[in-house]
């Protein structure tokens, strides 16, 4: 089993800068794509931004420029750093990983870290 943890959420006033953590664990596995997507209250959950074993990176338009997703792949880790923060970037936050094992991907999730932005 692969499971993903997250850390680094929070409440933080707008214009503020947060950084989320999340780390695999587990065994015999390696990593393909690592994102992080969010689900504001009443709304679908989104990606966010995402980033190949690679390290090609893609972005919601929304985040461009404020955001920035990396990895450590010797870690089997993935951050996300959050900068001018706004309001509207409240949600939960979820880590996600494609992960290969026995020749086959599987999707993981984790279990979700609250952002609060206030005005």
């Known amino acids: 089993q692969v499971q993903l943890v997250e850390s680094g959420g929070g409440l933080v006033q707008a214009g503020g800068s947060l950084r989320l953590s999340c780390a695999a664990s587990?065994?015999?596995?390696?990593?393909?794509?690592m994102g992080w997507y969010r689900q504001a209250p009443g709304k679908e959950r989104e990606l966010v931004a995402a980033?190949?074993?690679?390290?090609?990176?893609n972005y919601v338009d929304s985040v461009k420029g404020r955001f920035t997703i990396s990895r450590d792949n010797a870690k089997n880790s993935v951050y996300l750093q959050m900068n001018s923060l706004k309001p509207e970037d409240t949600a939960v936050y979820y880590c996600?990983?494609?992960?290969?094992?026995?020749?086959?991907?599987?999707?993981?999730w984790g279990q979700g870290t609250q952002v609060t932005v206030s005005s």
């Open positions: 980033i190949t074993s690679g390290l090609s990176t």
């Open positions: 996600n990983a494609q992960v290969v094992r026995w020749a086959r991907e599987f999707e993981y």
């Open positions: 587990g065994s015999r596995f390696s990593i393909n794509a």
